[in-house]
């Protein structure tokens, strides 16, 4: 992990999510007959097929993927060519990580025009998921120009962007993305580290803020707090309420970032306490501590040489 914006870059966003797969409702709710009355119960379901999809969707917006499977399930065990059902099944799939499934259950339903967009939206985050994404992002292009609100298509495009070093086109993206959904939390997450990328930590750190605010449980998101945090030279607020579990891994990239601004003692102290914690770190605040040695002979032999 070194100093420029590139390589800083590509060592913090090991750090983030890459995605976050909230599921998003695909079918309507079921039209109701002329004369109002209860829809009728399919034999064997237990629930109006429409209202049993409604549900499934629900339950992908909560992220119960297992919950929806099954619910989806039934559905299709009904109504075998249900698209929205179909599609339900493989964002639960996806939200599994069930890639193989998915991506079979996504290109079932790609001929349907009611489905095509929201389909090549999970074949794209599926196969950028399995490490394809010259084969992705084209799909996520191509649903974005079908529905431009589809803002996981967006989430991923603007990442992908930042993995480029492009942080303008990937903060438009991600702004298309919030003008989608302004309630998503991964959408600020990955908006903040393409904002550390360019050394813009205040605005970062808001972007995390923000983040964490819609969803507390963003491990993600609280990483990069800290990290925003420590690009400020706010070591203290960086490594507040740190729970063991979790401390090495914490102090050993806050000490990488002050070992960045050249505050070379403080950057020794966070990667001498990751070793001492866990042992099993070692290696990697070993290795660390041996760039921060290298770190400091080369800003003293520039030092000698301007003097």
């Known amino acids: 992990m070194i100093g420029s914006t590139s390589r800083r870059g590509s060592a913090i966003v090991a750090v983030v999510a890459l995605f976050a797969l909230g599921g998003c409702a695909m079918g309507g709710s079921p039209l109701l007959d002329e004369e109002p009355r209860p829809p009728p119960v399919e034999q064997g379901l237990g629930e109006p097929v429409g209202l049993a999809v409604a549900r499934g969707e629900a339950l992908l917006i909560s992220q119960q993927y297992e919950a929806a499977q099954a619910k989806f399930n039934k559905v299709l065990a009904?109504?075998?060519d249900n698209y929205p059902a179909m599609l339900g099944l493989a964002e639960a799939q996806l939200g599994l990580r069930q890639l193989g499934d998915a991506l079979a259950g996504f290109e079932s339903v790609m001929e349907s025009d009611e489905t095509r967009a929201k389909a090549l939206q999970g074949r794209?985050?599926?196969?950028?998921?399995?490490?394809?994404?010259?084969?992705?992002?084209?799909?996520?292009?191509?649903?974005?120009?079908r529905e431009p609100g589809l803002w996981r298509s967006w989430n991923?495009?603007?990442?992908?962007?930042?993995?480029?070093?492009?942080?303008?086109k990937a903060l438009?993206?991600?702004?298309?993305?919030?003008l989608a959904n302004g309630q998503a939390a991964p959408i600020y997450n990955n908006r903040g580290m393409t904002l550390i990328m360019t050394k813009r930590y205040s605005e970062a750190e808001s972007s995390f803020r923000l983040a964490l605010a819609l969803n507390p449980a963003l491990m993600a998101a609280k990483m990069n707090l800290r990290l925003a945090l420590a690009w400020q030279g706010r070591y203290d607020e960086a490594v507040a309420e740190l729970k063991r579990g979790e401390a090495p891994r914490v102090l050993n990239n806050i000490?990488?970032?002050?070992?960045?601004?050249?505050?070379?003692?403080?950057?020794?102290?966070?990667?001498?306490?990751?070793?001492?914690?866990?042992?099993?770190?070692y290696?990697?605040?070993?290795?660390?501590?041996?760039?921060?040695?290298?770190?400091?002979?080369l800003a003293a032999t520039t030092s000698e040489l301007m003097g």
Do not use: C, W
């Open 124 to 145: 794209g985050i599926t196969l950028t998921l399995m490490g394809r994404g010259e084969l992705g992002l084209p799909l996520l292009r191509q649903a974005v120009e």
């Open 255 to 281: 000490g990488f970032v002050a070992m960045e601004r050249g505050d070379f003692a403080t950057a020794k102290m966070f990667f001498t306490k990751a070793m001492e914690i866990s042992p099993s770190y």
């Open 172 to 178: 438009a993206s991600y702004d298309r993305a919030l």
């Open 156 to 168: 991923v495009i603007g990442r992908s962007h930042a993995l480029e070093g492009d942080a303008e």
């Open 283 to 297: 290696p990697v605040a070993a290795k660390n501590l041996e760039a921060l040695r290298e770190r400091k002979n």
């Open 78 to 80: 009904r109504e075998p």
